[in-house]
């Protein structure tokens, strides 16, 4: 497995907002009408929200998010890996650091929505792996056949 720098993202360079644009599109080509969370450029800016890039050398290997919900509570955002850089460990890293920094801002849970389906098993694997169990709908999200939530304690 590579090793990845993980640096966190003012999303102003050319690579990282083309991923995200990849990964905007990725989600609305996967998910049923009206059931992407993905959050845009502007919704990354937000200030409950820090957005990690991690690169190969100069080459951008993928990005994550982590959205404050409430001083407890962190919901895991925008995990995408560049098409380059698949199966080579970009997100179990970009996880890990995320999990790393909520903890350091002594939140109690991450929670993640996601998709059901093939475009989803890889991520959904890897969340499973880490510890994530399926749980119920969290903030604003509304269950339904195709959404599905992932739940982390991170202090038990």
Same mark, same amino acid.
């Given at each position: 497995?590579? =090793? ?7 999303? =102003?360079?050319?690579? =990282? ?96 929505? =996601? ?42």
């Amino acid at each position: 497995m590579s =090793t990845f720098e993980i640096m966190e993202d003012d999303l =102003t360079g050319e690579d =990282t907002r083309a991923l995200l644009e990849y990964h905007l599109s990725g989600m609305r080509d996967d998910s049923p009408p009206g059931h992407s969370f993905a959050l845009d450029l502007a919704g990354l800016r937000s200030p409950d929200v820090t957005v990690w890039s991690a690169w190969d050398g100069r080459t951008l290997a993928g990005i994550g998010a982590l959205k404050q919900l409430d001083a407890g509570i962190g919901e895991i955002k925008s995990m995408r890996t560049a098409p380059t850089h698949l199966r080579r460990g970009v997100g179990a890293a970009l996880l890990e650091h995320i999990i790393k920094v909520a903890k350091e801002r002594r939140l109690n849970r991450l929670s993640l929505e =996601t998709g059901t389906g093939d475009a989803f098993e890889a991520a959904l694997s890897m969340y499973r792996k880490r510890g994530f169990r399926k749980g119920s709908a969290f903030g604003d999200y509304v269950g339904s056949e195709f959404n599905q939530f992932l739940h982390l304690d991170l202090w038990s």
